[in-house]
């Protein structure tokens, strides 16, 4: 008997292998990108590669910011977090293709009256339980591809989420640089507001000046001491966001912001030389949508599995004794099959449920590929017109400050008023902070560019990671605490 129950053991299990998977078999859907990009790609510069692109901002103050941010990220270590929940998940669903054994034993003593008095007796028992769900039409298996396409879809996410907090610092210093150079022009303009309100009250006080002209400068200045403090205001703003992206006490960062100079930093420039389908694959968050639509695609077999009868096998051994009786072996073992009869539509109704999560995750990922051809288009649109106009700007604002230079000289013979001289005095400032302005956007172009292209990730990196990844994140542009 226990032979035969053995060979139908053995006979299931090789129909085991013969069982088909319902549902449909998952194909990457083609993108539709444009085949090539409608704005001017930038071609100045050389070529460089996006994976260690901060280095060579040649700024090690921002070098070290990238670092220290990725090393105490709480953004980081919530996707983190999401991939170990994902890769638990994987495991759990896996391991119902494998049979369940439990073990149990017990002894008993208790004292019972035999014959003239009372003894003490001893029971004893052991036992095994098998159970195992045949996956006869690859529910389990269906579950399985749609947990590691989800695994893989959060590894995904860990990596844009890599990408946005760099270029996020990044964007973050360029605009506090950026703030210190204009608060630099305010400060440097009130060295000569100053002198000439001081120059203009002691004419006026002579009755050389008419009070009008008095009332003039002093405006002047003091709008010019208001917009100072407005920009200081905006750069106190940005170390605060700064402290919050790294991490860092802010006296610590301020003492990092001193060490690092005034000017901008200067990014290597890089090509965008591939078809736009090619660089959109680069990008992880739309690889994280294309997972999450696999997913949605293995669902659909899983809820199909359910409308199909279900076989499993469960057993038993049990041994037991007693100071009564002599050991007693006992033993159990058969299939039990399940077919779904009437269920007033709830299977049927799954199946629907995930051929509609299939079409949502599909309208999702379509967004995405859109969303993402626009952010590169708008990034080579805005670095394009930025580095057009920065040169436009040089030049005006060197011409501004010569015709002020040149009013100034004017005012101070006599030859001119001091209406002219504020106006001109107005016209090279504000030039030069449009100048100034633009440089910074030129960076912050670059650094959405890359952003907006994948930021050096590939493809390749959707490969299940393992824990010395996230552990040693500085050998790829950030580093665990």
């Given at each position: 008997m226990m032979q035969r129950g053995i060979g139908m053991v053995f006979i299931l299990s090789l129909g085991l292998s013969a069982c088909a998977t319902v549902g449909p078999d998952y194909r990457e859907p083609a993108m539709a990108a444009p085949l090539q990009w409608q704005a001017p790609t930038p071609h100045g510069g050389s070529e460089s590669s996006l994976a260690d692109w901060w280095e060579q901002f040649d700024d090690p103050t921002l070098v070290n910011l990238v670092k220290v941010a990725a090393a105490d990220s709480p953004s980081l270590d919530r996707a983190w977090a999401n991939i170990e929940s994902a890769r638990a998940n994987l495991a759990s669903i896996r391991s119902g293709l494998a049979p369940s054994l439990d073990g149990g034993a017990s002894i008993t003593r208790s004292r019972q009256l035999q014959g003239d008095g009372l003894d003490t007796l001893t029971s004893r028992s052991a036992g095994f339980d098998a159970s195992w769900e045949l996956d006869l039409f690859g529910k389990v298996r269906r579950g399985a591809e749609a947990a590691q396409a989800r695994l893989q879809a959060r590894v995904g996410e860990w990596h844009e989420a890599r990408v946005s907090l760099a270029a996020e610092v990044a964007d973050t210093y360029v605009q506090y640089r950026g703030c210190r150079l204009l608060a630099d022009a305010y400060e440097q303009e009130l060295v000569s507001m100053e002198k000439t309100a001081e120059i203009t009250a002691v004419s006026v006080r002579a009755g050389f000046t008419a009070p009008a002209d008095g009332s003039l400068s002093r405006a002047s200045l003091a709008s010019t001491q208001s917009s100072l403090r407005g920009q200081r205001v905006e750069c106190d703003l940005l170390v605060k966001a700064l402290v919050a992206l790294t991490g860092q006490a802010e006296t610590d960062l301020l003492a990092q912001l001193g060490e690092g100079g005034s000017e901008l930093p200067r990014p290597a420039a890089f090509r965008i030389e591939a078809v736009p389908a090619d660089v959109l694959r680069q990008r992880p968050d739309v690889a994280a949508l294309e997972r999450e639509l696999a997913a949605a695609s293995a669902a659909i077999g899983a809820?199909?599995?359910?409308?199909?009868?279900?076989?499993?096998?469960?057993?038993?051994?049990?041994?037991?004794?007693?100071?009564?009786?002599?050991?007693?072996?006992?033993?159990?073992?058969?299939?039990?099959?399940?077919?779904?009869?009437?269920?007033?539509?709830?299977?049927?109704?799954?199946?629907?449920?995930?051929?509609?999560?299939?079409?949502?995750?599909?309208?999702?990922?379509?967004?995405?590929?859109?969303?993402?051809?626009?952010?590169?288009?708008?990034?080579?649109?805005?670095?394009?017109?930025?580095?057009?106009?920065?040169?436009?700007?040089?030049?005006?604002?060197?011409?501004?400050?010569?015709?002020?230079?040149?009013?100034?000289?004017?005012?101070?013979?006599?030859?001119?008023?001091?209406?002219?001289?504020?106006?001109?005095?107005?016209?090279?400032?504000?030039?030069?902070?449009?100048?100034?302005?633009?440089?910074?956007?030129?960076?912050?172009?670059?650094?959405?560019?890359?952003?907006?292209?994948?930021?050096?990730?590939?493809?390749?990196?959707?490969?299940?990671?393992?824990?010395?990844?996230?552990?040693?994140?500085?050998?790829?542009?950030?580093?665990?605490?």
């Open positions: 809820a199909q599995a359910d409308l199909y009868p279900s076989l499993s096998l469960s057993g038993s051994i049990a041994i037991s004794s007693s100071d009564l009786a002599s050991g007693a072996t006992t033993w159990s073992f058969g299939p039990a099959l399940s077919i779904p009869l009437f269920d007033g539509g709830r299977r049927r109704a799954a199946v629907d449920s995930a051929e509609a999560d299939y079409q949502s995750a599909l309208a999702e990922w379509r967004q995405g590929v859109r969303n993402a051809v626009k952010e590169v288009e708008q990034a080579l649109v805005n670095l394009e017109g930025a580095a057009f106009r920065s040169e436009r700007a040089e030049q005006a604002a060197r011409e501004y400050r010569a015709y002020f230079e040149a009013t100034e000289v004017q005012w101070r013979t006599g030859s001119a008023s001091l209406l002219d001289l504020e106006d001109a005095r107005r016209s090279a400032l504000l030039a030069e902070i449009e100048y100034l302005g633009l440089l910074r956007n030129q960076v912050q172009y670059w650094i959405a560019l890359y952003k907006a292209v994948g930021g050096g990730w590939t493809p390749d990196d959707l490969a299940m990671p393992s824990a010395s990844l996230y552990r040693d994140r500085d050998a790829q542009g950030g580093a665990r605490s």
